[in-house]
C-alpha cells in the first residue's frame, strides 16, 4: 500500500526525515477526496446542482475549484510545506502559521488537469511538484517557487480514469499505486514503471496542424507514412486531458506534443505546474521531455504561470521529432 511504500522507501534514506513522506501522504488523501467528487460529477449533474448557486444561495464550487481548496487545505494543515502555487490562484500562497512557516517544503501543483473533460466523463487528473525550499528560513519568498525542473525532490499525478492510480517518483525511478475503493487505499500495481524507448502512437491536437511550423508539420507527415520497418503510420491518440494521454504513452510509449503555433507561440501547457512535475516522471521512467530545443528541467522560470512548448514520452521518438524541428543540428 502506498504508506507503506513511502514509509519503507523513506527508511532507505537515513536522513531523510520524514517530512517528504508526510507531504506525499497529504498529498495522496487530498486525492482519496477529489476522486470521491469526480466520481460523483455525472450524478450531480443530473440532479442539475452543477450551476452557479445552490439552494443556500451559495456558489457552487466547481471540481477545478473543489480539488483547488482540497490540496490547499491538505498542505496548509500539513505542517510540511511553506509556501504554495496553484494553477488556479494568480498568486503564491505562504503558509505562515506556527508549524509551517519554517516548514523545508514548497509544492507547486494543477489541480485538475483536462477539466474541460469532467463533463463528458473523459480521464482527468491532479498533477504536482514538491521542491525544497532554497531561502534559509522565514516566510516562503517567490524565489523558492521559481526552481528549475531538476531541483524537483519529487513529482507525480494522479489520473482519474476507469480507475484511480497515483504516480510518482522520488527521484528512484517511477512507482505507480491504484486506488482499490473498497479499502479506500492506493496499492502498488506498477513497480518500476520503464517507458518504452520507441512506440507507434503520437499524441497532438492536430486540428491546429496549419498553424504549426513547418519542422513539425514533416514530422507528423512522417508519423502518417506507411514504412514497414518502424511500423508505420503510427497511431494518433489525443484525449485533450495531458495527464491522460501522458499516462497512456508512458506505459505503451509514445510521443506527446503541445507545440508552439502562430496562435500560442509559447504553447499552451504550463512550465510550474504541468510540464515540469511530468517531464521529472517522464526522464525517471528512461523518457526524455525537451522543449524542441532544450531540456524541460533545464528551464529557468521567470514567473509563477509561465507557460513552454512540450515534446515528452518515448526518448528515441522525442529524439527524432528534435531532428525534423532543428534539421540542421546534429
Ligand atoms: P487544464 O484543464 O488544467 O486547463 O489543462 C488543459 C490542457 C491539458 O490538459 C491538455 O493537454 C490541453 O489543455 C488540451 O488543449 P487543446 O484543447 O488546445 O488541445
Ligand atoms: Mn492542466
Ligand atoms: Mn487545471
Known amino acids: 500500500m502506498l504508506d507503506e511504500f513511502i514509509i519503507k522507501r523513506q527508511s532507505e534514506f537515513p536522513f531523510a526525515s520524514g517530512d517528504l513522506s508526510k507531504l506525499l501522504r497529504d498529498i495522496s488523501l487530498a486525492a482519496k477526496i477529489i476522486h470521491r467528487e469526480v466520481n460523483k460529477a455525472g450524478l450531480v449533474d443530473i440532479l442539475g446542482v452543477t450551476d452557479n448557486t445552490n439552494v443556500h444561495g451559495e456558489t457552487v464550487k466547481k471540481l477545478d475549484e473543489f480539488a483547488n481548496t482540497q490540496l490547499l487545505n491538505a498542505l496548509q494543515v500539513s505542517g510540511k510545506c511553506c509556501g504554495i502555487a496553484s494553477e488556479e490562484e494568480e498568486d503564491f500562497v505562504v503558509v505562515d502559521n506556527e508549524v509551517s512557516k519554517e516548514a523545508k517544503y514548497v509544492v507547486l501543483f494543477d489541480p485538475l ?20 525550499r532554497v531561502s534559509e528560513s522565514g516566510p516562503c519568498r517567490l524565489s523558492d517557487l521559481l526552481q528549475k525542473g531538476a531541483k524537483q525532490v519529487a513529482a507525480g499525478y494522479i489520473i482519474y480514469g476507469s480507475s484511480t492510480m497515483m504516480v510518482y517518483s522520488t527521484g528512484h525511478g517511477v512507482n505507480g499505486f491504484t486506488l482499490d475503493p473498497s479499502i479506500g487505499e492506493f496499492c502498488l500495481s506498477h513497480p518500476n514503471i520503464r517507458i518504452p524507448e520507441f512506440a507507434k502512437t503520437y499524441s497532438i491536437n492536430q486540428g491546429q496542424f496549419l498553424l504549426l511550423a513547418d519542422g513539425l508539420k514533416q514530422y507528423i507527415n512522417y508519423c502518417q507514412e506507411t514504412d514497414a520497418a518502424t511500423g508505420r503510420p503510427y497511431s494518433m491518440r489525443y484525449i485533450g486531458s495531458f495527464v491522460a494521454d501522458f499516462h497512456r504513452n508512458l506505459i505503451n510509449g509514445g510521443i506527446f506534443i503541445y507545440p508552439a503555433s502562430t496562435k500560442n507561440p509559447e504553447g499552451k501547457l504550463r512550465l510550474l505546474y504541468e510540464c515540469n512535475p511530468l517531464a521529472y516522471i517522464a526522464e525517471q ?7 524542441g530545443q532544450e531540456r524541460i528541467l533545464d528551464i529557468e522560470p521567470l514567473t509563477l504561470h509561465q507557460r513552454t512548448p512540450i515534446y515528452i514520452g518515448s526518448a528515441g521518438m522525442v529524439q527524432q521529432a528534435e531532428a525534423f524541428l532543428n534539421p540542421t543540428a546534429e
Request: charged residues 15%; neutral net charge.
Open 113 to 132: 488537469d483536462g477539466s474541460s473533460n469532467i463533463d463528458v466523463n473523459v480521464s482527468i487528473g491532479t498533477i504536482f511538484s514538491i521542491y525544497r
Open 285 to 291: 521512467a528512461g523518457g526524455k521531455a525537451t522543449t
